[in-house]
Antibody, heavy 122, light 107 residues
Framework: QVQLVQSGAEMKKPGASVKLSCKAS????????MHWVRQAPGQGLEWMGK????????SYAHKFQGRVTMTRDTSTSTVYMELSSLRSEDTAVYYC???????????????WGQGTMVTVSS | AIQLTQSPSSLSASVGDRVTITCRAS??????LAWYQQKPGKAPKLLIY???SLESGVPSRFSGSGSGTDFTLTISSLQPEDFATYYC?????????FGGGTKVEIK
């Protein structure tokens, strides 16, 4: 079945970087854009950016530009999201999510990963 | 960037009630709007896409309407499993903004 499986929880100190993974299965990896969304404890959903698994092009939310890097490995059907210069406000659950259309990058997110908790604390 | 304003931020309702949640965009987004349901500790689940299209497997008591700047999610008869937080999201522009969420609680 179509699924996204994310890497495990992380604990980091302020100023460090974290790199999360999201492994896709059950569909043609290169046909669907992938996004990253985060949710701080008790808060709403925040869009971080997207990557085209086919060509590797990416776009980031203005808030995260300069701190976030999204990459992909087509040989393992995995996308990665690295966030640098971590601060306590980055403590959140991070989700990867697939766009529901193979013909448009602008569509709703139909498949979500289970989420990865990142805790930033000294 | 396009802003989405959801209302109310929370509501209390009883099983069987009809529930309506609204989402207003700061500028026109045509029908590029989705609705998600999220339960505690779980990832969001897609309910409605393109403002009014029901995602496969989602019960027909959920419906969406609207276009341009004003959108509505309606649950025709609230069921016990529907108590959750609901988010709208626009995918019209560069930034895929989410609304602030509406928590539906048991009265």
């Amino acid at each position: 079945q179509v699924q996204l499986v994310q890497s495990g929880a992380e604990m980091k100190k302020p100023g460090a970087s974290v790199k999360l993974s999201c492994k896709a299965s059950g569909y043609t990896f290169t046909s669907y854009y992938m996004h990253w969304v985060r949710q701080a404890p008790g808060q709403g959903l925040e869009w971080m950016g997207k990557i085209n698994p086919s060509g590797g092009s990416r776009s980031y939310a203005h808030k995260f530009q300069g701190r976030v890097t999204m990459t992909r490995d087509t040989s393992t059907s995995t996308v990665y999201m690295e966030l640098s210069s971590l601060r306590s406000e980055d403590t959140a659950v991070y989700y990867c999510a697939r766009v529901g259309s193979s013909s448009s990058q602008y569509d709703a997110f139909d498949i979500w990963g289970q989420g990865t908790m990142v805790t930033v604390s000294s | 960037a396009i802003q989405l304003t959801q209302s109310p931020s929370s509501l209390s309702a009883s099983v069987g009630d009809r529930v309506t949640i609204t989402c207003r965009a700061s500028q026109g987004i045509s029908s590029a709007l989705a609705w998600y349901q999220q339960k505690p500790g779980k990832a969001p689940k897609l309910l409605i896409y393109d403002a009014s299209s029901l995602e496969s497997g989602v019960p027909s008591r959920f419906s969406g309407s609207g276009s341009g700047t004003d959108f509505t999610l309606t649950i025709s008869s609230l069921q016990p499993e529907d108590f959750a937080t609901y988010y709208c999201q626009q995918f019209n522009s560069y930034s895929f903004t989410f609304g602030g969420g509406t928590k539906v609680e048991i009265k």
